[in-house]
């Protein structure tokens, strides 16, 4: 089965080779403690850094989810409160506007959004952040980290779990921290939490975790990290590929993009509107062939199928998708 589902996803091919290596090097009965853990730990942080181009003086977590990350957000860092209630359309760009006193508040973004297969752009982001140069500002980047460039500099908190671009199983996400946001922590200092952010800060140093962390995954990131190119690179690869999904919808009257407006469609996620009565048999005609379609979620869940355009994926995979969608059509 070939999963195109935007998370968990296709793993990278490599994975089970790693995962043999693991077992075979005794990494996973490894002390978390430990001079080895700690390399390993080491590894992975510093390869994220330099391939993703996170600024230095940022600080790279291991958590268990997203969803941890959503928990830790709000314990360790908020004080007054957060903007998490600015609704817009799926076809309009975010809001650039000021929209009120929000002294002290955190500004929380998702980049991109996986339900609907609609994204932030770096620019959006950095414009916003200028008119709010005081605030803190938290981005879910969950569906895109890995896959195309963020401009981590314009944020003080980004965060993805890792079963969605970087290719691996889940069950661990990553979480990155600008010095603003780990002094927020300190002046707040929560420490009621096993996750609370200073305890995290204070391991983290010597590249440990608070608890026993996912070892396997820390060890699969070190060893897909290396041989991943620049994250540059990926960037051009992925909006090359997301262009020719679009492209292969656009026209079409069967199978219609969601998002009307080109400028605020993912490059990581594809949200496709068939007509209704083809969404359940192009699905299930799909999984027979042994390709796994994303379903529709949330208000969009009836009406459209989504296609992951992961870095995971290779040519060869996303060709038999597009013959397997051309061929289904023609059947009528
Ligand atoms: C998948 C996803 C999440 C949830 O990730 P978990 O690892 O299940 O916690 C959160 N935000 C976005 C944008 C996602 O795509």
């Known amino acids: 089965m070939i999963s195109f589902y935007p998370g968990p996803s296709k793993l990278y091919d490599t994975v089970p080779l790693f995962m043999q290596e693991a077992c075979e090097k005794g990494v996973l009965s490894i002390n978390h403690r430990s001079p080895e853990f700690v390399e390993i730990s080491k590894k992975a942080v510093t390869l994220l850094k330099e391939k993703l181009r996170i600024p230095d003086s940022y600080t790279v977590f291991f958590t268990s989810s997203a ?70 500002f938290a981005v879910d980047a969950t569906s895109s980290m890995g896959g195309i460039f963020l401009d981590f500099s314009q944020a003080d908190i980004w965060y993805a779990s890792v079963q969605k671009c970087f290719g691996m199983p889940a069950g661990m996400a990553l979480l990155i921290c600008s010095p603003k946001a780990i002094e927020k922590a300190k002046a707040k200092n929560d420490t009621k939490f096993y996750n609370s952010l200073i305890f995290m800060a204070e391991k983290m140093e010597e590249y440990q975790t608070t608890y ?46 969601l998002v009307k407006n080109e400028s605020v469609r993912s490059a990581t996620v594809i949200a496709v509107e068939p007509e209704q009565a083809m969404l359940a048999p192009l699905k299930q005609e799909a999984k027979l062939q042994s390709l796994l379609l994303g379903n529709g979620y949330g208000t969009w869940k009836n009406n459209t199928f989504r296609i992951a355009n992961f870095p995971a994926h290779t040519p060869s995979e996303i060709a038999k998708l597009k013959e397997f969608l051309t061929q289904f059509q023609l059947k009528g």
């Not at 506007?97 to 991109?112: I, K, R, S």
């Not at 996912?214 to 060890?219: E, G, K, Q, S, T």
């Not at 540059?232 to 690869?237: A, C, E, F, G, R």
């Open 212 to 257: 026993t962390p996912n070892v396997l995954a820390i060890f699969l990131l070190s060893k897909i990290l290396e041989q991943l190119p620049d994250i540059l690179t990926q960037d051009i690869l992925t909006k090359e590929r997301a262009k020719n999904w679009y492209d292969f919808f656009i026209g079409n009257s069967m199978m219609k993009l």
């Open 67 to 136: 969803t941890e990350c959503w928990e830790i957000i709000a314990q360790s860092v908020i004080t007054k409160g957060s903007i998490q209630s600015i609704s817009f359309g799926i076809n309009e760009t975010l809001p650039i506007a000021p929209v009120g006193d929000y002294e002290e508040l955190l500004f929380c973004l998702t980049q991109n959004e996986t339900s609907n297969g609609t994204e932030v752009s770096n620019e959006s982001i950095s414009q916003l952040r200028k008119l709010y140069p005081e605030n803190l």
